[in-house]
């Protein structure tokens, strides 16, 4: 793979990304080689083309495959091991989202639910108080649920839905 001005420029801002999303720069520039790359790479053409430190693409590759964004193979006649992303961009987002509810969600809603319960035996706290931890609970509650539900939702489905864009909320609304 040659590293063009617009390949450069792709991996450098989603470098920058990741950072603004919770991820080191080099996994997210990893990612993004190999997403891009038309054929699976090893790690030291991973190193050559970020000029990186061959320790930091070991690191990020184990990351990346334990957020199961990228995967090991191998080449017929070929013993040295070969890294690739996923290419499917609705995959990809799936992946990145059901992470992130684990991560994330999951334990904020654990906590929610934590809080309801103790806050409501609690005579001293405000109602509006109260109110407020249960409205969160319930929002965080309904965004993981809506998850759950569209997860399974298939990749052409889900591509129709956001073609339709505000059309849908004129369904609703009926």
């Not at 799936?94 to 639910?113: D, G, H, S, Y």
């Not at 005579?123 to 809506?146: C, G, Y």
Request: aromatic share 6%; glycine share 4%; net charge positive.
């Amino acid at each position: 793979m040659q590293m063009t001005p617009a390949i450069e420029k792709y991996v450098l801002h989603w470098g920058e990304m990741g950072t603004r999303w919770g991820t080191n720069r080099t996994v997210a520039q990893i990612q993004a080689l190999l997403y891009l790359s038309p054929k699976p790479l090893r790690a030291d053409e991973i190193v050559d083309l970020l000029s990186v430190a061959r320790s930091n693409v070991s690191t990020s590759i184990r990351e990346l495959q334990s957020y199961r964004l990228v995967r090991m193979t191998h080449v017929l006649g070929d013993r040295r091991d070969y890294f690739e992303s996923l290419h499917d961009v609705w995959e990809l987002f799936r992946v990145i989202i059901e992470q992130r509810k684990q991560r994330e969600l999951n334990p904020t809603l654990a906590m929610l639910r934590s809080c309801a319960s103790e806050v409501d035996s609690e005579k001293e706290t405000d109602p509006i108080t109260k109110e407020r931890i249960h409205n969160m609970l319930e929002f965080v509650d309904s965004t993981s649920r809506w998850y759950e539900e569209i997860s399974g939702v298939p990749t052409t489905t889900l591509t129709k839905l956001m073609a339709m864009g505000k059309r849908i909320t004129k369904l609703v609304k009926k």
